[in-house]
């Protein structure tokens, strides 16, 4: 059966006058939703728990308050938790924290201070062997001495004393012909054994491991490795030491309360004490000098729990020690390691670390001594790899004692390594341990020692390395500057070696970007180029020639200045590997994007971006990852985005057209372009005020057409449906009609193709929720668009119906009936005599027919047509399993009659009636819904005009389910 | 095990003096309640004095082993016969460290031919059936602080080839000129032996330097007495060629149990020296010997 659709007739503008919201002013202070929520940290507790009172129990005299705004007025729960646990944070009960905690007290070390791990990863990297190592472990060679005591030794000692002999009997291995991995992973192994043994309570066994380990010490064969042995030993000494403290420690627990962080010896108990008492005892009768020096280093902490002064007086004593240690190389170490852990347990004792270095540079002499020299010929070492062994330990040395220390005290350790001949090797650590504040201030006096060093010592280059890191962080004087940068470069570019050269050139191109104009920076690139160029040294230097890209674009912000630095692009182009070369434009466009205020149309800077995006650009292959896909694109878009001409919209145009050429295999740089170029059409309708002369409306249709040959390359079945329909109402805004009608049929036909699938983020899911948004979206956009002169009345509508009906809808869904419904919704409003809303200077169908009734009629048959559809499908679901579906939908039909249609016409009236029984029929409906649906009816009666919805109200029963 | 015995004194390090008082439990562990004839508690302490066989015959060292000197040997009943419960049972006792007489309280030490010893043993008597249990726990004494101020004995010394005896052939020998003190002879056993060191110059490389503790151990009887000198540590200072004109600290702990204030009774003797043994790279090996004398203050 048909039913003639009556759609109600529209006055919206007195409908929009009603339904505005009725403003209200807003009070400042009064609580909004979208007020910014200002997070203050609460300081007590005691208020937020006087706000959550009063916003409970008073409910009575502030009914207006809001649970949530009472909390956001005060403290929310967020900031009550950091202030919760902020005292927690000061005290959180592990070890490290303690100790830092334990720093902070004396006032000594901060975070300013550099730790030691953070230098160890830097010297197991660059102190490396290719020849074979041997590790040799002697765990049971005093057994020979133990037999010697007679045997009126008791019984009981003598176990014992056999015990630390033979713990591991005939464990002396010699591991020969080690690989610097296998030595690393031997000496790991050893570690782990160490605390096996610990944690198995062989304390014995444990010390044995810890005094082999630092009898490796002092092996000086293969002296290139000899910083990183220190590192990976010390490793295992670091272990030992904490294990030994914080068993002592445990033992200190009275009543199961620990001891507090800074305890006094009173506070610790016999048994603990005795313990540690002999473990200094063991250690005092350790034979040999240089494990018993590292030993008790490690233990140094655990002075704390015998005496007060303890720590002071064995500082000393350990720093004379090491002048017993006759190979400088061991002994400055030794001395590091001392350093380093003074440091950790005693900062406040500045004294011994100067007196470190004092008799460090006592024994300078013997670097250059008989003895030394031999060692290096044996071992084939040259002097200058030498003498770069030495600068970890020094500069670690230097750095202890630099920390907060007092300019009179540099200067005098600076006069003191003056003094010294050959003092290359000090001059480069104390360039790299002093302030850099320090250092730059006398930078010109710097640069005069460093010329009068000696060629065969240490390396030069080195030197200068060191001096320009030092200048890249604080400022010389004024009037040295370009001295400075002139010396320094003088001896630079003398450089032989590419590898010496770059590493030193790093450095200084940031101190020549931070002080000096485009023409040095230029210069200095055009040297680099020079040196790198030959033999194709750059290959092995990216890393050192990008981190000059980095410098160069950290200091200059301003494009135009920078791509005018001549030598910059030929610069780009050392950049011979792909993987890096991409890497390096990422970088300026990144720099670009953020750095750049105003878009620009500078030619010298669009070329070299062009060129720039496209590198990166054309590093895209089937093997790219999505990832990298996006990044890539993003950093693209950000430029397309801030290229503009101006008024001068044709270049515009033809820039996005190269573009295009350029950026095809990047799909989001093509949807970028076309929302450009759909952009710069709605600009010149802006521009020219809607009224296109010929010639700018010539340009508009170029536009258009760009966008139209384009969309079909993306591949995303939805952008390009949203792009078309995009795209269309840009041309109907520009008046392009029939580009517009071209538009929308190529969306039309595109529908079909539309998968059940598709592909979000990696993961299928339905496509039907985006098509129902896509096609309520197009036909709202349908309402303006004007029949075409040559097809039939609503042709684009009918052609979407007709796709609607043929799309294989998934089974059991119910959304070709929901957009049937919202049809009727488009129909409805095609009806009204003029539209809700129209395209500017476009005449939509309410002009050109006018309210003809043949139109009218047309509309008519199709809402019929629709309907009865819509009601073939509620009957179809009318099986068991569907009759919440059945309920839902005929709720949902009902309300668009409610809406759109002409209540006053009687079969609509009984329809409606029998959709609202249907909907309740089955008990499916929702009450509270139907309740609030009736309500509004009976609002609705209350308007003139709409008193028909009274009797309507009475016909409509509620059905309270049971 | 049925029933276990153990002897725990209070204090951690076991150190007691002559006049205090030994305190501590004897704590008996058994499942079963435990029939006993008696607990006694005896304290013993003992010299004991072996000759070396280098000074008598082989068959001498071993019957002619000097009888142990008892220095003190008392016993205390702690329980009569009786029974005790199962479980774990504490008695705690307290033992009178005394001389009696003008006897001394030897210190503990712990030698080659010369053995100082003091013990705490516990006795549990049984009835026929069971055995009788024993245990032993070492306690270690040490001697009242010695009256009177010590006198500093500090000692220069300087090694050069002219100042060597026992030298074959001293044109064969590199030049060198080591020098140094030691801040006292004397010293206080808790004390370490301190001192410095210099190699003023040397021609053949150093390869190290060490002090060696060693003790001299003397044990008379009829026969005569017996001196033998053996080390008991060896420390090394210096590890390579040291640095010339750089002081270098001589620094050593003295071991606790093989070291005591130095002794001289009528029959034995513990005396103590010590040698710095200075070792060249071409395998000479030079030795300057120092007599000290410990004391407990």
Redesign the interface.
């Known amino acids: 059966s048909y039913f003639l659709r009556h759609a109600r007739s529209r006055n919206y503008v007195s409908e929009s006058e009603v339904c505005k919201l009725e403003s209200v002013p807003l009070d400042f202070g009064d609580y909004h939703p979208l007020k910014p929520i200002t997070v203050t940290e609460s300081k007590t507790k005691k208020m937020n728990r006087k706000g959550s009172t009063s916003s409970t129990s008073s409910s009575s005299s502030s009914s207006l308050m809001d649970p949530l705004s009472s909390v956001l007025d005060g403290t929310d729960p967020l900031s009550l938790f950091a202030a919760a646990a902020d005292p927690v944070t000061a005290a959180p009960p592990t070890d490290g924290a303690r100790r830092k905690r334990d720093k902070d007290e004396s006032s000594a070390v901060g975070s300013d201070f550099e730790p030691w791990s953070s230098k160890r990863g830097e010297i197991l990297a660059r102190y490396t062997t290719t020849e074979k190592l041997s590790i040799n472990l002697y765990m049971g060679s005093e057994k020979g001495k133990a037999t010697t005591t007679g045997s009126a030794v008791s019984e009981k000692v003598r176990t014992r004393l056999e015990e630390l002999d033979d713990l591991e009997e005939g464990s002396q291995k010699e591991l020969l012909n080690l690989t610097q991995q296998d030595y690393m992973n031997r000496i790991e192994e050893l570690n782990q054994s160490l605390k096996d043994a610990w944690s198995s309570d062989q304390k014995v066994k444990a010390l044995k491991i810890v005094i082999q380990c630092s009898k490796l010490l002092s092996d000086t064969t293969v002296i290139q490795f000899y910083p990183s042995k220190f590192v990976l030993i010390t490793d295992i000494l670091d272990t030992f030491g904490k294990l030994v403290y914080e068993r002592i420690l445990s033992m200190c627990v009275d009543n199961r309360v620990p001891l507090p962080d800074n305890f006094s010896p009173e506070c610790v108990n016999d048994t603990a004490k005795e313990t540690c008492l002999n473990w200094f005892f063991k250690i005092a009768s350790i034979r040999e000098l240089i494990p018993r020096f590292y030993v008790e280093a490690a233990i140094l902490k655990c002075n704390k729990f015998l005496s007060k002064m303890g720590i002071s007086e064995c500082l000393p004593r350990l720093t004379s020690m090491i002048r017993g240690i006759g190979d400088p190389l061991v002994a400055v170490y030794a001395r590091a390691y001392l350093c380093r852990v003074g440091m950790e347990v005693a900062p406040q004792l500045k004294e011994s670390l100067n007196k470190n270095f004092f008799d460090f540079l006592l024994t300078f002499k013997q670097i250059h001594g008989d003895t030394v020299q031999n060692q290096l010929v044996v071992q084939c070492v040259e002097i200058p790899l030498y003498l770069t062994l030495y600068s970890p330990a020094i500069d670690w040395i230097l750095q202890c004692i630099a920390y907060h220390a007092p300019d009179v005290l540099l200067t005098e350790m600076m006069e003191r390594c003056k003094k010294l001949g050959n003092n290359a090797l000090l001059l480069n650590s104390v360039m790299s341990a002093f302030r850099a504040e320090f250092i730059a201030a006398r930078s010109m006096d710097f640069i005069g020692m460093i010329k009068e060093c000696d060629e065969s010592g240490f390396p030069k280059h080195l030197l200068f390395r060191s001096l320009g890191l030092n200048l890249a962080l604080a400022d010389p004087p004024e009037n040295d500057r370009l001295q400075i940068l002139n010396e320094a470069w003088k001896v630079i570019t003398k450089l032989k070696n590419p590898q010496d050269y770059i590493n030193c050139a790093e450095v200084w191109v940031e101190y020549t970007c931070r002080h000096f104009t485009k023409r040095e920076v230029n210069t200095v690139l055009a040297d680099v180029i020079k040196h790198m160029t030959p033999d194709r040294a750059f290959e092995d230097a990216y890393p050192q020639l990008q981190s000059i890209i980095q410098k160069v674009i950290t200091y200059i912000h301003d494009f135009a200045l920078l791509f005018s630095v001549e030598k910059f692009l030929p610069f780009l182009d050392m950049f011979q590997k792909e993987s890096v070369r991409v890497e390096v434009c990422k970088c300026i466009m990144e720099s670009f994007i953020k750095h750049q205020q105003e878009s620009t149309k500078d030619p010298v800077i669009l070329n070299a971006l062009l060129h720039i995006c496209k590198t990166m650009h054309d590093s895209v292959n089937a093997l790219t990852l999505e990832d990298e896909k996006r990044m890539l694109a993003a950093l693209i878009n950000g430029f397309i985005k801030m290229v503009s001409f101006g008024r001068d919209f044709e270049q515009q145009l033809s820039f996005y057209v190269e573009a295009r050429s350029m950026f095809c295999n990047l799909e989001p740089v093509l949807v970028q372009l076309i929302h450009s170029v759909n952009q710069l059409a709605m600009e010149t309708r802006r521009v020219m005020k809607g009224n296109h002369s010929r010639k700018t409306a010539a340009f508009v249709r170029a536009c258009v057409a760009f966008c139209f040959i384009t969309i079909p390359s993306l591949s995303s079945i939805f952008t390009r449906l949203n792009l078309y329909l995009h795209s269309g109402q840009v041309a109907l805004a520009n008046q392009c009609l029939s580009q517009a009608d071209a538009f929308f049929k190529a969306a039309v036909s595109l529908v079909p193709e539309v998968p059940k699938m598709i592909s979000i983020d990696g993961k299928m899911r339905p496509s039907d929720a985006f098509l129902l948004e896509f096609l309520c979206n197009f036909f709202s956009t349908l309402l303006v668009v004007p029949d075409h002169p040559e097809q039939g009345v609503l042709f684009l509508v009918r052609g979407l119906l007709n796709v609607i009906q043929d799309y294989t809808w998934e089974d059991n869904s119910d959304d070709k009936v929901r957009i049937y419904t919202n049809v009727l919704h488009l129909l409805s409003a095609m009806t009204q005599e003029a539209f809700i809303y129209h395209v500017d200077k476009v005449d939509s169908n309410d002009t050109l027919y006018g309210g003809d009734s043949k139109f009218l009629a047309e509309i008519n048959k199709l809402s019929e047509t629709v309907v009865s559809q819509i009601l073939d499908h509620l009957k179809t679901l009318g099986k068991e399993e569907t009759l919440k579906r059945q309920s839902q939908l005929a709720l949902y039909f009902f309300n668009t009659i409610l809406a759109h249609g002409d209540l006053r016409n009687n079969r609509l009236n009984q329809l409606s009636v029998n959709l609202w029984n249907l909907a309740q029929k089955h008990g499916f409906a929702d009450t509270k819904t139907m309740v609030k649906t009736l309500e509004y009816i009976k609002r609705q009666s209350k308007q003139p005009e709409m008193s028909h919805f009274t009797d309507l109200a009475l016909r409509l029963p509620l059905q309270s389910r049971t | 095990m049925g029933t276990s015995l153990d002897v725990r004194v209070k ?3 076991k150190v007691y003096r002559d006049g205090e008082v030994l305190s501590g439990v004897v704590v008996i562990t058994s499942k079963d309640t435990v029939q006993h004839q008696g607990i006694s508690l005896t304290m013993e302490g003992s010299v ?1 004095l ?1 000759l ?1 066989a280098k000074n008598v015959g082989v068959f001498e060292a071993f019957c002619n082993t000097a009888k142990p000197i008892q220095i003190i040997n008392s016993t205390i009943e702690m329980v009569k016969p009786g029974k005790l419960p199962s479980g774990k049972t504490e008695i705690p006792f307290e033992f009178p460290l005394q001389m009696k007489g003008n006897k001394v309280l030897y210190e503990t030490y ?6 100082i ?1 003091y013990t705490l043993r516990c006795d549990m008597r049984r009835s026929l059936l069971a055995k009788d249990l024993t245990k032993t726990c ?1 306690f270690i004494v040490h001697s009242l602080s010695q009256k009177g101020k010590l006198l500093p004995s500090p000692v220069d010394f300087t090694i050069t080839p002219e100042t060597l005896q026992n030298v074959k052939e001293r044109a064969s020998l590199p030049k060198f000129l080591i020098r140094g003190h030691l801040n006292s002879t004397n010293c206080v056993i808790t004390q370490p032996l301190t001192g410095e060191l210099v190699v003023e110059s040397a021609e053949a ?2 390869k190290s ?1 060490e002090l060696q503790l060693v003790r001299v151990e003397t044990c008379g009887c009829a026969e005569g007495y017996a001196r033998d000198a ?2 008991i ?11 010339r004109g ?4 001589i ?3 003295f ?3 093989f070291t005591c204030p130095t002794l001289e009774t009528t029959n034995f003797k513990v005396e103590f020296e010590v040698n710095i043994v200075v070792l060249l790279h071409d395998d000479h090996l030079i030795t300057e010997n120092f007599p000290l004398k410990l004391c407990r203050m």
């Open positions: 204090r951690a390090g004991n072996q070396s712990h030698g080659v031919f010369v053995n010893q070492e490389a150093v330097i053996t080390e540590q060896n420390i090394q200072i210096a590890d390579g060629d040291v640095c750089l002081p270098i600290p620094h050593m702990v071991p606790r149990l």
